[in-house]
């Protein structure tokens, strides 16, 4: 009788051990053509993120260097230290901006300053329940202005903190032009096309009774609300809330603001080809006309980061769910071949006693699995099919964190002490997959399970193969 009819046979008397081993094959299939093509959905998703979002490379003074410093008085026995470095002017932005493979940039303005009515009374701000800062004469009355090249790619917007409800976004042909909170219209009976004061003050300048005297009257062409809540301490000051935050073009915030700086606080630069990012840095760093000790260059993809987090999460607990996944099945495989290869010592042996080799009965053995296996991992391709979309979105959905309540970033500390609140952003998160199972995956899983079968096979087969015909009977006896 030779092997293909041995292997079918025994397949057929001992039905029970074959459908128990095409069940585990089916499993292991299963889950890991699933998860092989949940990782390659994971992996083209943050593609397609990245994509999206764009890349791109902020620029921005370089406030670490002490010597950059000088020492202005406050008046009252206050002091703050004041950086004197080269600004991030325009014209800088601009070179940087001619840089092959920049596609154009962003630049941003952030400082404190009151709001005052036309008739030079002080716009109602909102207060913070419990804040030390309540009643202080200078800060309860402060706000931040946010300049903006083009509000519309700013990151309260893109990252969706902020929605526009009314009016348009400032564009770089604006001038003098604001976008305030819905809150703060509504407590000043502010409407769009109204307009009000930015000042400075002496306090906000470093008692810098000349730039104290800075203003300007702007004119509301958009409101804004916010779509997540702010955590707040104590320590927060009106200033930090969003409903007390204006946003205006940046060229009039590089007026307000002279006194701090003559340039940007930072700008965020597009590019063509995000997958050229390195190299068009590169090229921006060997602009010799830019005094490199002033600014720092740093590759700009929090929004991407903060996006895909979720997949690359969900792309580790995959990688590690196959891993663990096939452990456990060469575990199990080795383990129960090991068992039947024993409860067939007596077949072993008669077989090698009528003259069938080693080689042969391995052979059988092999077979006998290969079959199995070769028909559980082509149903657990259908099967993987029907179960891979849903097991994708569940495992995303036990990763994917859409936070609305965020505590305010901490930015760089103003040029005269301030500290600048960044505006959080509320992540845009990728909360479904689109999970294809290829033909291809089916053969690396009949690859590599077909390795492990003739090893956990041949394995198994190596201790009652050590023993002679005579003493594999001898041991039934």
């Not at 709001?115 to 002080?122: R, V």
């Not at 050229?276 to 929090?302: G, Q």
């Not at 077949?347 to 042969?360: C, D, Q, R, V, W």
Request: hydrophobic fraction near 40%.
């Amino acid at each position: 009788m030779n092997v293909g009819k041995r292997t079918i046979l025994y397949l057929v008397r001992k039905w029970s051990k074959t459908l128990l081993l095409f069940m585990i094959f089916l499993v292991v299939g299963t889950l890991v053509i699933s998860g092989v093509s949940i990782r390659k959905a994971a992996d083209q998703a943050a593609a397609n993120v990245r994509q999206s979002l764009g890349g791109g490379f902020v620029m921005k003074e370089d406030h670490s260097d002490q010597s950059k410093y000088e020492r202005r008085d406050l008046g009252n026995g206050s002091y703050a230290m004041a950086y004197v470095g080269e600004s991030l002017t325009k014209e800088i932005a601009d070179k940087v901006a001619e840089v092959p493979g920049v596609s154009g940039y962003n630049a941003e303005n952030i400082g404190p300053a009151n709001l005052k009515t036309m008739d030079g009374e002080y716009l109602k701000l909102k207060s913070i329940e419990g804040s030390m800062f309540a009643n202080e004469p200078v800060l309860s009355k402060q706000a931040n202005i946010y300049g903006y090249t083009n509000t519309a790619e700013a990151d309260m917007f893109t990252g969706g903190s902020l929605e526009l409800i009314e009016g348009r976004q400032i564009t770089s042909e604006d001038h003098n032009a604001v976008l305030i909170h819905k809150e703060l219209a509504e407590s000043n009976n502010l409407k769009l096309g109204d307009q009000f004061v930015i000042a400075m003050n002496p306090q906000i300048t470093g008692g810098d009774e000349e730039a104290g005297k800075l203003q300007e009257t702007v004119t509301i062409v958009g409101i804004f609300d916010s779509r997540i809540t702010q955590q707040v301490s104590m320590f927060s000051t009106p200033g930090d809330l969003l409903e007390n935050t204006v946003l205006m073009d940046v060229e009039t915030s590089v007026e307000l603001l002279s006194w701090s700086s003559e340039g940007y606080y930072k700008v965020h630069y597009q590019v063509d080809d995000p997958a050229k990012l390195d190299n068009i840095m590169e090229d921006v760093r060997n602009l010799d006309s830019i005094d490199w000790d002033c600014f720092t260059l740093a590759e700009e993809n929090k929004s991407y980061e903060s996006a895909a987090l979720p997949l690359d999460n969900l792309g580790g607990l995959i990688t590690t769910l196959i891993v663990i996944t096939t452990a456990i099945s060469v575990a199990i495989l080795v383990l129960l071949l090991t068992m039947w290869t024993k409860s067939r010592t007596h077949e072993t042996g008669i077989l090698l006693s009528i003259g069938i080799s080693k080689a042969k009965i391995l052979m059988q053995h092999l077979a006998e699995v290969l079959i199995v296996a070769v028909l559980a991992f082509s149903l657990s391709f259908f099967a993987s099919t029907a179960v891979a979309q849903g097991m994708g979105n569940a495992l995303l959905d036990t990763d994917t964190t859409n936070s609305v309540t965020q505590e305010p970033e901490i930015g760089e500390d103003g040029s005269f002490g301030y500290t600048l609140p960044e505006i959080p952003t509320n992540t845009t998160s990728v909360t479904e997959l689109t999970v294809t199972v290829v033909p291809q995956t089916l053969f690396w899983v009949f690859g590599i399970g077909g390795v492990l079968i003739i090893a956990s096979v041949t394995v198994a087969s190596i201790p009652i193969f050590r023993l002679k015909p005579k003493e594999l009977l001898g041991k039934m006896d």
